[in-house]
């Protein structure tokens, strides 16, 4: 707020020669309202002190930050933030694959394609799990998993770059195409990940340090159903404490069953001695429920295994998912652009209880 040069209260105590006055107002000419100050202090008889920003003071003016964009109406987007979440399950890029679990670099280049081409933005399962998906209106979260740690996921070339023809190159070069589609997914190791000593270490630093999630797969690939209580707790406190070794500072959040095997106390995949997990994913073979919903279960996240239409078992693959997604377009998770609210369409679902408050229907 601009102050006039004479004040009610202190007409009597404030006098400026003519020098000061013209150059008070050269100053505010220059000044925009708002950014001019004065200070008249004395009305007792104190001195007269002006204080400005100037040029020379190196403190630069700064323009005020633009007005927020108005919210976006969620039945303009069809929000649905109870929707399905598709959760894909990748293990390696081969070019001549020999079982449901490969896929070919083209196949993977062309996945990413379509679901960027769909309006889906990857998010981490560590971001899913604990609801943290804060993406454009209209946008669908979409989580990309990696399991065991295979050298074609990633390896780190000479130029400390994610080596051409690598799962993570290609999902760069995708992500540069379509500005925002995010270029993060989530990598679950064994021992010796990505080729394993200096070189799986260096690749297990390299995806932290550029966002990506790094997730445990226990130490030695363990069927946690088949092995006993203390033996299946171990082996996951074991590549919970690789992960953290190799790349310290990190802490893991989420597990990838082996196998997709559940242990039979369910909670012990989630936590234990040395670990405390947000998540734990599953093997197949749908979409997961919204984490806000209140069919979500964190110790069993269900994944769909990343294949194309003429694999075997292709109706649990994803081609034929994102189609019955695309097909029914209240089905899926699709964000309203307000990280602070949850909204979806009435009569279509229900919150889990944490949720109610910051939930609206529409």
């Not at 929707?83 to 670099?105: A, C, E, I, K, Q």
């Amino acid at each position: 707020m601009t102050r006039d040069w004479m004040t009610p209260s202190c007409e009597k105590c404030v006098t400026l020669s003519e020098g000061v006055y013209i150059a008070a107002m050269a100053w505010r000419r220059l000044i925009p309202a708002g950014i001019a100050l004065l200070t008249v202090a004395g009305c007792a008889g104190g001195p007269l002190q002006s204080v400005f920003s100037s040029p020379d003071s190196g403190n630069a003016v700064e323009a005020p930050p633009p007005a927020p964009a108005p919210p976006v109406d969620p039945a303009e987007v069809q929000a649905n933030e109870l929707g399905s979440v598709p959760v894909l399950m990748y293990h390696r890029l081969v070019d001549d694959p020999v079982s449901v679990y490969d896929r070919t670099p083209e196949g993977f280049r062309a996945e990413l394609e379509r679901l960027a081409r769909e309006g889906y933005v990857p998010v981490t399962t560590a971001e899913f799990a604990a609801g943290e998906m804060d993406i454009p209106a209209g946008k669908h979260p979409v989580v990309l998993t990696f399991d065991d740690g295979d050298p074609s996921t990633i390896t780190i070339g000479p130029d400390n770059a994610p080596a051409e023809g690598t799962a993570v190159q290609i999902l760069q070069q995708v992500a540069a195409a379509n500005p925002g589609f995010r270029p993060v997914a989530s990598m679950y190791v064994n021992a010796d990940p990505f080729g394993g000593g200096a070189a799986g270490e260096k690749a297990l630093r390299w995806l932290h340090e550029n966002g990506f999630e790094v997730g445990n797969h226990t130490f030695g690939h363990t069927n946690l159903r088949l092995a006993s209580a203390a033996e299946g707790e171990q082996d996951i406190a074991r590549g919970d404490r690789f992960i953290r070794e190799a790349v310290p500072g990190y802490e893991p959040t989420t597990l990838a069953l082996p196998f997709g095997a559940r242990p039979r106390d369910a909670e012990s995949a989630l936590r234990g001695s040395g670990y405390d997990y947000t998540g734990v994913l599953l093997v197949g073979a749908n979409p997961a429920p919204s984490p806000y919903s209140e069919k979500f279960e964190p110790a069993a996240i269900p994944r769909i295994r990343s294949q194309g239409y003429d694999d075997d078992e292709a109706e649990y693959g994803s081609s034929v998912w994102l189609d019955e997604l695309a097909a029914n377009p209240e089905s899926p998770y699709t964000s309203d652009g307000n990280p602070d609210v949850i909204s979806y369409p009435a009569g279509s679902g229900s919150p889990a209880d944490r949720f109610v408050t910051t939930a609206a229907a529409y």
